[in-house]
């Protein structure tokens, strides 16, 4: 794996988890702390790259409070 491919998926991944954060943070606000203070959400994201044949799928859970 070449230099440059490694500095672009960095760039990729870089960019998915910030953008990602972003939404999350936005959907939190827009429903407010009523609908989720204390509360856990299911969440899966998955990754597809053409002409490779991967999807990837990662299943968590996002929460608000200490577990």
């Given at each position: 794996?070449?230099?440059?491919?490694?500095?672009?998926?960095?760039?990729?991944?870089?960019?998915?988890?910030?953008?990602?954060?972003?939404?999350?943070?936005?959907?939190?606000?827009?429903?407010?702390?009523?609908?989720?203070?204390?509360?856990s959400f299911?969440?899966t994201m998955?990754?597809?790259?053409?002409?490779?044949?991967?999807?990837?799928?990662?299943?968590?859970?996002?929460?608000?409070?200490?577990?």
């Amino acid at each position: 794996m070449s230099e440059d491919f490694n500095m672009s998926m960095r760039k990729f991944l870089k960019q998915v988890g910030v953008t990602s954060q972003q939404a999350i943070e936005e959907a939190l606000r827009e429903a407010g702390p009523e609908k989720t203070a204390g509360k856990s959400f299911q969440a899966t994201m998955v990754l597809r790259i053409e002409g490779l044949d991967l999807e990837h799928r990662i299943d968590g859970t996002i929460t608000d409070r200490a577990e």
